[in-house]
């Protein structure tokens, strides 16, 4: 059964599995793969939730030890952030939110190469505006695979990394 939007976004304000990783499952393949789902998530105030997620050092020191569970949430919520971010209202308020420097720490950070992509995919769909580009890079040494990026990928695009890993 599809899960709604509303429950969605309070499951991600919990922070808390298992309803974290449903959740994120269905923003990913349900709620935020066009540009009205994502101004919908937008509206709800699903955003900030969202990037508190990249946030949780939890979160990511499981991630960097490649274990499940939320390790794999982090992912998760990379793919929802890069399907959002292809939205213009939901760049920027990524963006206003602080999502540049969270994106750029998980970047340099160690971890899987499917986390690094993702950041970089999320990072790459935050420059597609002279103003996003210029925080990305103002960011600093953020890696020659945004730079890369940056400006190059089109807007709603699905493609995939060099481990395999599907971008949604």
Same mark, same amino acid.
């Given at each position: 059964?599809?899960?709604?939007? +509303? ?14 990783? %449903? ?16 101004? %919908?998530? %937008? @509206?709800?105030?699903? *955003? ?5 997620? /990249?946030?949780?050092?939890? !979160?990511?020191a499981q991630a960097q030890?490649? +274990? ?7 992912? /998760?919520?990379? +793919? ?5 971010c292809t939205e213009p ?6 963006? +206003? /939110? ?10 340099? #950070? ?12 999320? /990072? ?7 103003? #996003? ?9 953020? #890696?020659? $695979?945004?730079? *890369?990026?940056? #400006? $190059? %990928?089109?807007?709603?695009? @699905? ?5 395999? !890993? $599907?971008?949604?």
């Open positions: 059964m599809a899960e709604p939007l +509303s429950w969605c976004v309070e499951a991600l304000r919990s922070g808390a599995e298992p309803g974290l990783g %449903r959740a994120l499952r269905a923003l990913r393949s349900l709620h935020t793969r066009n540009e009205a789902g994502a101004v %919908r998530f %937008r @509206a709800r105030g699903g *955003l900030g939730p969202l990037l508190e997620l /990249l946030r949780d050092p939890q !979160t990511q030890e490649g +274990s499940g569970g939320r390790g794999r949430s982090l992912g /998760l919520a990379l +793919s929802v952030l890069g399907n959002l209202g939901c760049r920027r308020q990524a963006r +206003s /939110l602080g999502g540049v420097p969270r994106l750029v720490a998980l970047l340099r #950070g160690p971890g899987p190469e499917s986390v690094r992509n993702r950041a970089a995919r999320a /990072l790459a769909n935050l420059a597609l505006e002279p103003e #996003g580009a210029r925080d990305v890079l103002q960011e600093g040494e953020c #890696g020659p $695979k945004t730079a *890369l990026n940056i #400006g $190059k %990928r089109p807007q709603n695009v @699905a493609g995939g990394g060099e481990d395999g !890993t $599907k971008w949604y």
